[in-house]
């Protein structure tokens, strides 16, 4: 046999050998990887056996509270408006204020200085103790020297239903009353005037015009004389006692 044909019958067979060395070398590779990762499952799986397991999560129950009970908040109270408080300390500081009037009335020297008093005292007569009433009443009295009559007659009416122990708002009802000739009502309506204000003396002044026009001369005489009583130099009332006097001397004769 030539050298070429050993050389290339050697090669062949080393080309042979290595190809079985390799298949058997990677046949024991996978065989061998396969063993590992088995075992590798297996040492997982006893680790997982072998770890104790966590314990329980124990959820807290909630704490027991009251029932929330709807309870509606408490109103503020309103402050108390003091003009607005009608019995009481505003009936005794009226009270206090009108007997020191009425004292300096009796006792004033001049006319000025009655007329001074004497327009104090109509303020305190007017006052309801609501400043919104009072208001009305001014109204009321105005819209009868306008002979705005029917708009008289919503003031009075507003501030009768609410202060009908106001002497102010029966001697303008009474005057209304005469406007419209309606003699017996406001006879009636100046008559409780005097009852609740017995010293208010343009009450006595209007209820005395109005026995003058019944003709009962003598209850007039009497009223007129009543109110310079109380207000001294009070002027109408002189007068219309002085005419009464001289009509009653003359029908004398």
Same mark, same amino acid.
């Given at each position: 046999m030539s050298l070429n044909r050993r050389l290339l019958y050697y090669d062949r067979a080393m080309i042979k050998t290595r190809s079985i060395l390799y298949l058997s070398a990677m046949t024991a590779l996978i065989m061998t990887g396969a063993i590992g990762i088995a075992a590798a499952?297996?040492?997982?799986?006893?680790?997982?056996m072998q770890q104790p397991m966590p314990p329980a999560i124990t959820i807290p129950e !909630?704490?027991?509270?009251? !029932?929330v009970q709807n309870i509606a908040p408490k109103a503020k109270e309103k402050p108390k408006n003091p003009d607005v408080e009608m019995a009481g300390p505003l009936t005794e500081v009226r009270q206090k204020e009108q007997e020191q009037l009425f004292a300096d009335l009796r006792k004033a020297s001049t006319p000025e200085k009655s007329h001074a008093i004497a327009s104090r005292l109509r303020q305190s007569f007017v006052r309801t103790g609501s400043d919104s009433l009072d208001l009305m009443l001014r109204w009321a009295e105005t819209a009868l020297n306008q002979s705005r009559d029917a708009e008289a007659q919503d003031y009075i009416d507003e501030v009768m239903a609410q202060r009908p122990d106001n002497a102010t708002v029966w001697q303008l009802r009474a005057r209304l009353h005469l406007r419209r000739n309606e003699l017996a009502p406001a006879l009636s309506d100046i008559r409780q005037a005097m009852i609740l204000e017995p010293r208010n003396f343009d009450v006595l002044i209007n209820y005395a015009t109005l026995l003058r026009e019944t003709g009962n001369n003598k209850g007039a005489l009497w009223l007129y004389s009543q109110a310079l009583s109380v207000y001294p130099m009070m002027k109408e009332a002189q007068d219309e006692m002085l005419k009464l006097t001289e009509a009653d001397s003359d029908t004398a004769l």
């Open positions: 499952e297996d040492i997982s799986t006893s680790g997982k !909630p704490a027991k509270t009251a !029932p």
